[in-house]
């Protein structure tokens, strides 16, 4: 029997983006939206590990209160056959940082709740005033672009896979990261959150410069090639062969 996998996101974006790397026919994948504490810490592996073990409790306490008719549901019924057969599920959350240098590395794991507040635009506009020298946010050169110092910035992904073994909980966590520029408006119109300001150094396509595209204007799986949640897919689903279901 395969794996089950419950993703907790209400984000049909990021739900496309770990479809794309988990297949059906190694996994049984299913999405459901919960309503988790924002924990505070240093890290954001702290916050995953965290959230990833009181997801699990919450998706536990609601497969054990369904009704009889939600338990045939095409969402709750193979989750519900693989606990009967197996007596584990395992969840899974997906938590970002996006660090800026010029900040010493905030937003960090705080990046939903600037984001929230100030908004993609408000985030670029926060690094203007360590912009000293007046600096473009790309400067040309042989080499194709240079990114200027108050814009540089790193995203990354961690995902959290949780199951209960016994009376522990066991979390194993894939940690991908993503070097890249903010640009100085949107560009771009695909994509979530902070990807219509954010623009990786490394590129899906050979001809496209370093820093010349945002996520926001990049196919999902032109995305998957280069993101940070791209790489912690990848690591994600080279371990799916560990897993005992």
């Known amino acids: 029997m395969k794996p089950t996998i419950v993703l907790v996101t209400g984000n049909k ?15 049984t994948l299913r999405a459901i939206p919960l309503d988790l504490p924002e924990y505070q810490a240093k890290t954001v592996e702290e916050v995953s590990h965290l959230k990833s073990i009181e997801a699990h409790r919450q998706v536990m306490a609601k497969l054990a209160s369904l009704s009889e008719e ?18 584990k599920l395992y969840v899974l959350v997906d938590d970002t940082s996006l660090e800026f240098a010029c900040l010493n590395q905030l937003p960090g794991p705080y990046i939903k ?20 020298n007046g600096n473009t946010p790309l400067a040309h050169n042989a080499e194709g672009f240079t990114p200027a110092p108050h814009r540089v ?6 995902l959290s896979l949780c199951v209960l073994e016994g009376e522990s909980y066991t979390v ?6 993503c070097e890249g ?8 119109g695909k994509g979530f959150g902070w990807d219509c300001i954010f ?17 926001a204007e990049l196919s999902i799986a032109e995305k998957r090639a280069v993101s940070h949640r791209g790489v912690a897919l990848t690591k994600l689903s080279d371990a799916l062969a560990t897993l005992t279901p």
């Open 172 to 177: 194993r966590q894939f940690r991908g990261e």
């Open 113 to 132: 709740w600037f984001l929230d507040s100030v908004g993609p635009e408000g985030l670029v506009k926060m690094t203007e005033g360590f912009n000293e």
């Open 199 to 215: 623009a990786p150094k490394a590129q899906p396509v050979d001809s496209y410069p370093p820093y010349s595209r945002t996520y």
């Open 181 to 188: 520029v903010l640009v100085n408006t949107p560009q771009g």
């Open 70 to 87: 939600e338990k045939q549901s095409p969402l709750h019924g193979p989750l519900l056959a693989s606990l009967k057969e197996t007596g």
């Open 13 to 27: 974006g990021k739900l496309a983006e770990v479809e794309e790397f988990l297949s059906e026919d190694k996994v």
């Open 153 to 158: 910035a790193n995203a990354a992904c961690v």
